[in-house]
């Protein structure tokens, strides 16, 4: 049998990459489970040209380490503009970890796995809790956009 080419995930350096606009509780979730597998890992907040996030990327690395407790320390967060491979190769990680809520989640990450693959990076696949498996950024982002009946402006009095 050949031997397995992440070797012992204990003591392996692993990447969690997104935009993490925002970050979310299975974002945070996932993190908490994967410190608990690998020696090390960075939560790497990409810098995405397609994507107009609402904080700058510092900002939101700022954000989300300040979630994680003072124990988490095999946990880093750091800012990339590039590839997600690079980084990896540059930062001595072997592994990207990515989360997956559903089928179409799975479809297209294994897309991206078997490029990372090709480029010498392992992809490690994390289901999301059943309980935390419909929340994403795009919904929290949606939610937080929705007026709430105190915003509303129906039956106000216009002040001249």
């Known amino acids: 049998m050949s031997p397995d080419p ?11 990459p997104g935009t993490f606009d925002p ?12 410190r608990r597998l690998f020696e090390h890992v960075t939560v790497l907040v990409a810098v995405n040209g ?7 990327d510092a900002d939101r690395a700022l954000d989300i380490r300040a979630t994680f407790p003072a124990d988490w320390g095999n ?3 750091a800012v990339w503009n590039g590839l997600t491979v690079a980084y990896c190769q540059q930062h001595g990680a072997g592994v990207v ?9 799975a479809v297209r990450e294994c897309e991206l796995a078997a490029m990372n693959k090709a480029l010498g990076i392992t992809t490690f696949f994390m ?11 795009t919904v929290v982002r949606a939610a937080a956009a929705e007026p709430r ?12």
């Open 50 to 56: 397609e994507k107009q996030p609402s904080k700058a």
């Open 149 to 160: 009946p105190s915003d509303s402006t129906e039956g106000s009095i216009p002040i001249p």
């Open 6 to 16: 992440v070797g012992d995930p204990r003591n392996s350096r692993a990447v969690y």
């Open 23 to 34: 970050f979310t509780a299975g974002h945070r979730d996932l993190v908490d489970r994967a």
């Open 75 to 77: 946990v880093t967060v």
């Open 97 to 105: 970890i990515r989360g997956v809520r559903n089928a179409g989640d």
């Open 127 to 137: 289901p999301a809790r059943p309980e935390l498996a419909t929340i994403s950024s």
